[in-house]
């Protein structure tokens, strides 16, 4: 309860309006509103001499004009998702890209290519690119566009055009140089308080996972422990005549406890703690965002500075500067937009979930 106290208090005091929560539920009872409809499904197991993998059957519909077809379907790796995020990111580095599941999701809980993770993990998959397809900016990538529609060699060919390793190289040394960097200092105040936000929203964030998983891991033991203890008493039943029907009543009473249990565990498997986990990844995405956007600031504070201290040269930098200026403000706008659909998507995605624990929670006690 105190956990959850504590999120409310850095929750905007704004109410979501009636028209964001309109637009949320158009995604469910008005598809007819949507023109692109992507789903993952159909995970299939690969094994070579080098490697174990798998692939899942990726479906895309849609009207759009752009494409040239309304039907398209293609198998993709989880590597081949990896690539598309990363285009992403390199394409608008102010935009906030939805987070993929990690190489290995869940660590600790499920075992690598077990039922339970590779369907842990389409799901996850199938919201990625559902949420690219909602976004206004993200949805009309060309990258994203090959990605639903190329065949397999189409793709490998396209992502072999991507940048090259000293490329690669060259912007993994600026991200850390902007890492490690000082605080920028003409930075709007919206973005530092965006930063604080974010970081006071991943303190929580964690907490609320850790509690989550601790529930499960208690509700799972405690499930174990009935599982035990109801045969025990079945068994005495055969041997204790005068009360044996009692003892029968209390072996079937733990047998329900136990299903009820396990209806709460799948609960929480299915909507909590993927839920949680994602809004984990959102928040470092959030933070990365928010430093290639002082990165941006940081080159035009520089080149700034360099103008007041240069005497020749001033047409030239002061053109370099203008070109930064329209730079910064894009990218202002961009995270500007994207900060506040998040929050509401966020929001909604808290609200619904806690709503539906709720009520699973009630459905369990009146079992």
Not at 172 to 180: L, P
Request: proline fraction near 4%; glycine fraction near 4%.
């Amino acid at each position: 309860d105190t956990s959850l106290t504590e999120v409310n208090s850095f929750s905007p005091s704004v109410p979501i309006s009636p028209s964001s929560m309109i637009n949320q539920y158009k995604f469910e009872d008005g598809p007819e509103l949507r023109d692109l409809f992507i789903t993952v499904d159909d995970p299939e197991s690969h094994v070579t001499a080098i490697e174990t993998f798998i692939t899942y059957r990726v479906v895309t519909k849609t009207t759009r004009g752009e494409f040239d077809s309304s039907e398209y379907e293609v198998r993709r790796r989880y590597q081949d998702f990896l690539w598309l995020k990363s285009k992403l990111e390199e394409a608008h580095p102010t935009l906030i890209i939805p987070p993929l599941p990690e190489k290995f999701i869940m660590k600790g809980m499920v075992e690598r290519f077990s039922d339970e993770f590779i369907e842990t993990r389409r799901k996850a998959l199938h919201k990625f690119l559902n949420r690219i397809a909602d976004h206004p900016t993200l949805t009309f990538n060309e990258d994203f566009k090959i990605f639903l529609t190329a065949q397999a060699w189409e793709l490998s060919s396209h992502k072999k055009q991507g940048p090259g390793l000293l490329s690669r190289m060259g912007q993994t040394v600026r991200a850390v140089a902007s890492s490690v960097r000082g605080a920028v200092k003409n930075r709007p105040e919206m973005f530092t308080e965006m930063n604080n936000y974010m970081e006071t929203f991943s303190q929580k964030i964690t907490l609320l996972d850790k509690i989550a998983h601790r529930i499960y891991k208690e509700e799972r033991d405690y499930c174990n422990e009935m599982k035990e203890y109801g045969p025990i008493h079945t068994l005495w039943s055969a041997s204790e005549e005068d009360i044996a029907d009692s003892l029968k009543g209390i072996a079937g009473c733990i047998d329900r406890c136990c299903r009820a249990t396990e209806r709460r565990m799948a609960g929480l498997s299915e909507h909590l703690l993927p839920i949680m986990h994602e809004y984990i990844l959102y928040s470092e995405i959030l933070m990365g965002v928010l430093k290639r956007r002082d990165q941006i600031q940081g080159d035009l504070d520089s080149k700034v500075d360099a103008l007041a201290n240069k005497k020749t040269e001033k047409d030239l930098f002061s053109e370099e500067i203008g070109k930064l200026e329209d730079k910064v403000e894009r990218a202002n706008n961009a995270l500007k937009a994207d900060w506040d659909r998040w929050k509401q998507n966020m929001q909604w995605d808290m609200r619904s979930t806690f709503t539906n624990v709720a009520e699973n929670n009630l459905r369990y006690y009146e079992e």
